[in-house]
């Protein structure tokens, strides 16, 4: 388990550990996801999207 500390601004670094299994650095994007009241954390790079729900995607 990782602890992350909220900033004023509503913001937290996310550990090294963590962003290394997720496999993100500076400039990359999260996504974070509700399930069953419990919030998780991905890269966004693994979501899957429809043509059609993706913003400017046709292809």
């Known amino acids: 388990m990782e602890l992350a500390k909220l900033t004023t601004k509503g913001q937290i ?3 090294i550990e963590i962003r290394k299994k997720l ?5 990359d ?3 974070f996801l509700e ?3 419990r919030i998780f954390i991905d890269n966004s790079e693994n979501l899957k999207f429809a043509p059609d729900e ?6």
């Open 13 to 15: 670094t996310i550990p």
């Open 23 to 27: 496999n993100v650095g500076a400039g």
């Open 29 to 31: 994007k999260v996504v």
């Open 35 to 37: 399930e069953n009241g």
């Open 54 to 59: 993706h913003s400017g995607g046709t292809s």
